[in-house]
């Protein structure tokens, strides 16, 4: 048994950030993480062999760029822990059903050119959703990388903004109106359908909205940023920020249960026993639905557990991982294109189907949305000379066509043979001959890998307008504070939700600094 002044429970980006903060404030901290190396779903590891360094879950790092934590490099992450990003250009690449191909570019003129080959007035409608989103980014930026309650919410915020009552009604849209009453030809209805959907939550969610323009806007001003060396790199940043702290960091733990005196929660114990206790507080990444299950039912009052018992897990993923000898170069007019963001990108009646029908527990036969990421294209040092990494990403059901999660094991190779074929039809040159590895991750998959993914859904939980805000992870209980004196949670259950944002991890740091008397910009 060891005493430290806090324990965290979980070594994901958020709770490695939260820690941070902490040990930056002069706190001892202890991070405890199931797995045989911290990151959960920031992790870049070798699951193709030696020198094929490949993200198993996140790769872009778009939204985290606005992070103050990266934004005014807080910590010292890129300045003197060696974290650095590139942003790829084109910023992605897509092929529709007809075979038409698209490229969207850094460049905005650019890419209206593009937008202009289907229609001119969708080349306008595009350039005015990017310009018109930079009248409120600043906004949805305070809300998101804030505390629920530490500030004025995004409703307070709207109304006193020039045009918020048009922002007050498409952040209650779906992505679907949106992209419906903006975009006229199939192909860009199509193309924002494809990268409104990146985040995993359904087209026709309400609140989905505001992503058709948060998404692409942020692309369209960054690209989809990757840390040079893999995700892994911020975690690797984080830990030796961390280490240098004097913050112990143990993997192979598994917390299995929350240790309580009283009403309060002092410690944790892990699957083979040990106790970790804290003097100021517990920090858990925990997985809600799971931490619900390491205390006594009463610990956590009738409140908490329905609104935990009705958070909905979100979309999961199915994804195949390649080593090979070339990248995916799609067909275009100017010739062969690769891109590190790129994909197909069915029209979007198909594409609203298919994430209702993963999100409604129907296993989808034929997904038509699909996402491959080309790292290497940018970032050599990711594989053996001469090699690439791709990673081909879609949705589907945790229940694996009806005969429950296991079957994944029985299906899942000739599920991604599909795929593959269905890519082939636009890709051909994505060959057997080119991959010299693979290796198939079904939703159960991503369960086992990281037990926080519940029903292999990378996300936390869906982040559409029900379970967010003060509604996530339980109504009431947004603030990072659990129902159990001591005790705090982050990491995507929390607001604003899951991707590599870092906000959850700062977030819960404001409070618990603020619980302690102090402030963030006090540490800092």
């Not at 600043?138 to 500030?151: A, D, E, S």
């Not at 892990?270 to 206790?277: I, K, N, V």
């Not at 909905?312 to 275009?332: K, L, Q, R």
Request: aromatic content about 8%; glycine content about 12%.
């Amino acid at each position: 048994m060891a005493d430290y002044d806090f324990v965290v429970a979980g070594a994901g980006h958020n709770s490695l950030i939260t820690a941070a903060y902490l040990a930056k404030a002069g706190y001892s901290c202890v991070v405890l993480d199931a797995r045989e190396i911290p990151g959960g779903g920031a992790s870049t590891e070798e699951i193709l062999g030696p020198g094929y360094w490949v993200d198993t879950c996140s790769t872009g790092h778009t939204l985290i760029q606005v992070n103050p934590l990266i934004r005014n490099d807080e910590l010292g992450l890129v300045s003197k822990y060696g974290l650095s990003y590139v942003d790829p250009d084109p910023v992605a690449q897509v092929v529709f059903p007809d075979g038409e191909p698209f490229t969207m570019w850094l460049d905005l003129d650019r890419t209206c050119q593009e937008i202009a080959r289907f229609s001119e007035k969708d080349a306008e409608a595009y350039r005015r959703l990017v310009t018109e989103y930079d009248e409120v980014k600043t906004l949805i930026g305070q809300v998101r990388f804030r505390p629920v309650g530490f500030g004025k919410s995004a409703e307070e915020l709207l109304a006193a903004h020039p045009r918020g009552e048009v922002w007050q009604r498409r952040s209650m849209l779906t992505a679907r109106d949106i992209i419906l009453r903006e975009f006229e030809s199939p192909h860009m209805r199509a193309f924002m359908g494809w990268i409104s959907l990146q985040t995993a939550v359904p087209l026709d969610a309400p609140g989905s909205g505001i992503l058709a323009y948060s998404i692409v806007s942020a692309r369209q001003a960054r690209s989809w940023s990757l840390p040079v060396g893999g995700s892994g790199k911020l975690i690797d940043a984080l830990v030796g920020y961390l280490e240098d702290a004097g913050a112990t960091i143990l993997c192979n733990r598994m917390v299995s249960e929350l240790i309580l005196e009283g009403d309060r929660c002092v410690g944790v114990r892990t699957s083979e026993g040990e106790e970790f206790r804290a003097t100021k507080g517990v920090v858990s990444t925990i997985h809600v639905k799971k931490l619900l299950e390491m205390a006594p039912a009463e610990a956590w009052g009738e409140g908490f557990t329905y609104g935990v018992e009705t958070f909905h897990p979100g979309t999961p993923f199915f994804a195949g991982y390649f080593a090979t000898t070339a990248p995916p170069v799609f067909p275009t007019p100017d010739g062969g294109r690769s891109a590190v963001s790129a994909g197909l990108a069915p029209w979007i009646e198909d594409a609203v189907q298919h994430g209702r029908d993963v999100y409604d527990g129907k296993f989808v036969k034929n997904p038509g949305w699909l996402l491959a990421a080309t790292p290497t294209l940018v970032d050599r040092g990711r594989a053996p000379e001469g090699s690439h990494t791709v990673k081909l990403v879609t949705f589907n059901t945790y229940d694996a066509d009806g005969r429950g999660p296991e079957h994944w094991d029985e299906i899942k190779e000739a599920e991604m043979d599909k795929l593959l074929d269905h890519f082939r039809k636009f890709v051909p040159t994505f060959t057997d001959d080119i991959i010299t590895a693979r290796l198939v991750k079904s939703p159960l998959d991503f369960e086992r890998m990281n037990p926080h993914m519940v029903g292999g859904t990378p996300h936390g939980g869906d982040r559409g307008l029900i379970f967010s805000g003060t509604q996530r992870p339980a109504p009431g209980w947004a603030q990072h504070r659990m129902p159990i004196a001591g005790l705090y949670q982050t990491g995507g259950t929390t607001h604003p939700g899951g991707s590599i944002t870092g906000a959850p991890g700062r977030n819960a740091a404001m409070v618990i600094l603020h619980d302690l008397g102090t402030a963030i910009e006090e540490v800092l």
